[in-house]
């Protein structure tokens, strides 16, 4: 059933700024007027007391009526007048049984209909990249049951979503097979150094396309052909470093290209390729050789394939150093989904975990920290994984966060979806706070809780 507002403090609070179930009076649902989860199925003794305390309250509240230049009355208003008529008629809705369930099988088909699109919603962000990844299609899978959609509800609307939009499920890269020893072929396997290295090559991984797993699974394959574990590491990293090398030397892994486009005629130029050297940019290639992967800190990371975006903004308000736009190429890169968490960020800094935000727990992201203190995090990573971990550039970050199709929102332009992202909802008390979003948490949230 769709979620209440049902806190309800006892003994209720005095100062309406201290517990805003107060404003529930007139709520469309009976159950959230009263303070009462519908999934908690509460027993007519427990609507009636609810009733009764809620109306005691108000009943406090009267005296205001008179004084109509006093903050409260004026936050009060018509709840002043209105509220003994909702919530007596919650509670003889909610006390009649045939209308009690006629409301919840109703509440029930809401939360269904929320969950369906919810899950769109997530489906719809988890390919807008144009691919599905086996990780991505678990989760929403997860998210599905945990929001009460069956298996077969969910299978239909990925392969539909799939369908429609053109998307493609990634598989995971194959790990490399598990080698019995190599029987001896000529000058290539006398020397088991000089094989190991050979089948490296073969592989065509580098830094960023060789996960965890492959690595594990060379080293067996080493150990396979008699080199010791120690001297296995050292020979992937020799390689690696050879193959970075090489990447690197590619068009597609070319430097960062920043091209300014004149003011006076930005709307012609923006087609235009304008004069710089084109750098040949092919993603599918990308994408077929380089796929997401999981760090050892249980961090998902998103592989970001090379492209070119206008970077900047001309809003009225944007600020200066927006402006102008430029015409931006970044190379492949890869960047974590999710913000790095408390629980994950003091395993590097243990002492951190006094620097917390207040209720903030182990998955909600971690703040109080410098820019120092970041890159140090990235360097201890790198030396933990043996890969390069580096905060993005700043057109590395724009362009992951808005595309390249010049959107406003990761949803599209339209404000006012304070059920996609917002700073401020009714678990605020700022005046200016989005009341009908109640995201579950007045400050941060968990990473991916959304």
């Given at each position: 059933m769709p979620k209440c507002n049902v806190i309800f403090p006892v003994p209720?609070?005095?100062?309406?700024?201290?517990?805003?179930?107060?404003?529930?009076?007139?709520?469309?649902?009976?159950?959230?007027r009263l303070c009462l989860d519908p999934r908690a199925n509460p027993s007519n003794e427990l609507i009636e007391e609810r009733c009764r305390e809620l109306l005691r309250w108000w009943q406090k509240k009267l005296p205001l009526k008179n004084q109509p230049s006093n903050p409260l009355a004026q936050l009060l208003r018509t709840g002043l007048e209105e509220s003994s008529r909702y919530l007596t008629e919650a509670r003889v809705e909610l006390l009649d049984p045939q209308r009690r369930r006629e409301m919840d099988d109703e509440l029930a088909a809401q939360e269904h209909e929320e969950a369906v699109a919810e899950f769109q919603k997530y489906l719809a962000f988890a390919i807008a990249d144009g691919t599905l990844t086996a990780e991505e299609e678990k989760n929403l899978m997860r998210f599905g049951s945990?929001?009460?959609l069956t298996k077969s509800q969910m299978i239909s609307q990925i392969e539909a979503e799939l369908r429609d939009s053109g998307a493609k499920r990634v598989q995971p890269a194959p790990l490399p097979p598990t080698a019995a020893p190599l029987p001896s072929q000529g000058p290539q396997s006398s020397n088991p150094q000089e094989e190991f290295l050979r089948l490296l090559r073969l592989s065509s991984l580098d830094s960023f396309g060789m996960t965890d797993d492959q690595r594990d699974a060379f080293i067996n394959m080493a150990e396979?052909?008699?080199?010791?574990?120690g001297e296995?590491?050292?020979?992937?990293?020799?390689?690696?470093e050879e193959a970075d090398a090489i990447s690197q030397t590619q068009p597609a892994a070319g430097p960062v290209r920043i091209?300014?486009?004149?003011?006076?005629?930005?709307?012609?130029?923006l087609g235009e390729t304008a004069q710089a050297i084109h750098i040949e940019i092919n993603v599918a290639a990308e994408r077929g050789r380089y796929v997401n992967f999981q760090n050892s800190l249980g961090g998902e990371m998103l592989f970001i394939p090379s492209a070119e975006f206008v970077m900047g903004s001309e809003a009225l308000e944007a600020s200066p150093d927006e402006r102008p736009l430029v015409r931006v190429t970044v190379s492949r890169f890869y960047l974590s989904r999710h913000l790095i968490t408390?629980?994950?960020?003091?395993?590097?800094?243990?002492?951190?975990?006094?620097?917390?935000?207040?209720?903030?727990?182990?998955?909600?992201p971690v703040v109080h920290v410098s820019s120092l203190d970041t890159i140090?995090?990235?360097?201890?990573?790198?030396?933990?994984e043996r890969k390069k971990y580096r905060l993005p550039t700043e057109a590395e970050w724009e362009f992951a966060a808005r595309g390249t199709d010049g959107r406003k929102y990761p949803w599209g332009n339209h404000e006012g979806r304070g059920d996609l992202a917002n700073f401020a909802d009714r678990n605020t008390v700022f005046a200016w706070s989005d009341r009908?979003?109640?995201?579950?948490?007045?400050?941060?949230?968990p990473v991916g809780a959304f």
């Open positions: 209720l609070p005095d100062d309406p700024h201290k517990w805003e179930g107060w404003s529930n009076y007139k709520s469309p649902n009976f159950y959230e945990e929001h009460g396979s052909l008699g080199i010791e574990p296995a590491e050292d020979l992937v990293d020799l390689y690696l091209e300014a486009i004149r003011s006076e005629a930005r709307e012609a130029n408390n629980a994950v960020y003091e395993k590097f800094d243990p002492s951190h975990v006094r620097n917390r935000m207040p209720g903030a727990g182990d998955r909600h140090k995090f990235c360097q201890w990573l790198s030396t933990r009908e979003i109640d995201d579950g948490y007045t400050e941060s949230s």
